[in-house]
Every structure is written in structure tokens, then in C-alpha cells.
């Protein structure tokens, strides 16, 4: 029953490579509008065109700069940092796995022990896909709306 209980959790492990997904949308606007936006992930251009517009990138492209650039208006620069996706903190509430497979292994009998040392290495299993796809990580701000100012 333990291990049942144990298992059923599993699908829920993967909080932001499930709800979230490897790659996010960068909404940028500006007034005035048709701005050319340009966008650089750690050092490698991601996308330029007019604004509004809407950048795909991956999660784990890195710090970002976001260059907007309108003839007889100042060049502005926006820095987006790569930080934690929230959806991953899913994983500490909605993934009991390690826990379950910590308690069958420090107090079950053989078998459990031996069940429960398994569940624990799934739990770290399931819990670093977020960090193998990339999906941890989530640029703030995930949205910029600019002014421009006249030169």
C-alpha cells in the first residue's frame, strides 16, 4: 500500500517541464510602435523585428539583452534575467516520492527498504528533468513595455 501511495505521486514530479514547457514567450510593445526590438541570450542573438512583437526562447538561453531602437528616438536597453520558474517549487509540494521512498527506506522491512531506495533515486531522477530540459529556469521580466523618448 505504501508503495502504491508512493508511486501515484510520481506523474506529478516535472512541475515545469509539464506545466511550462522548455521554451517561453517574451511579449514586447512600445510607444510608439514598429520599434525594432532585437534580442540577445548570452551572447547569441535570439530575434529582431518591429514591435509588438513576441520572442520564443528557451528557458535556459541565459541573461538576456533587449535592444529597442526607433529612428529620432533614444536606443533603450533591457536587461531580462534568467532566474528560477516558479512551476519547479511544484515539485517540493506535489512530489512526495522522495519522502515516501526516504520513510520505506529508513523504517520498512527489507523489501520496503529496498523499494524505498528506488523511489528515492526516481525522486532525483524526476526532480533533475526540470534542470535537464531547461524548464527551472524563467526570464523576469517576462514582459516589456516601453516608452520611448524623443531625442
Not at 13 to 19: E, K, L, R, S, Y
Not at 69 to 85: D, F, I, M, P, S
Not at 109 to 133: C, P, R, S
Request: proline letters at 5%; a negative charge; aromatic letters at 8%.
Amino acid at each position: 500500500m505504501k508503495v502504491l501511495l508512493a508511486l501515484l505521486f510520481v506523474p506529478l514530479a516535472a512541475c515545469a517541464t509539464m506545466t511550462t514547457g522548455t521554451r517561453e514567450k517574451i511579449n514586447v510593445s512600445s510607444s510608439p510602435s514598429e520599434a525594432t526590438a532585437s534580442l540577445v541570450c548570452n551572447g547569441h542573438p535570439e530575434g529582431e523585428g518591429l514591435t509588438p512583437i513576441v520572442f520564443t526562447i528557451r528557458r535556459d538561453a541565459g541573461d538576456c539583452i533587449l535592444t529597442l531602437r526607433k529612428e529620432g528616438y533614444e536606443e533603450q536597453t533591457h536587461a531580462l534575467e534568467q532566474g528560477v520558474n516558479p512551476a519547479y517549487w511544484g515539485n517540493m509540494i506535489f512530489s512526495p516520492l522522495a519522502p515516501a521512498g526516504a520513510f520505506l527506506a529508513i523504517l520498512g522491512n527489507a523489501d520496503e527498504k529496498a523499494i524505498g531506495v528506488g523511489a528515492l533515486g526516481a525522486a532525483w531522477l524526476i526532480f533533475g528533468t526540470d534542470f535537464y530540459t531547461g524548464a527551472v529556469h524563467a526570464h523576469k521580466p517576462g514582459s516589456v513595455d516601453a516608452v520611448l523618448k524623443k531625442r
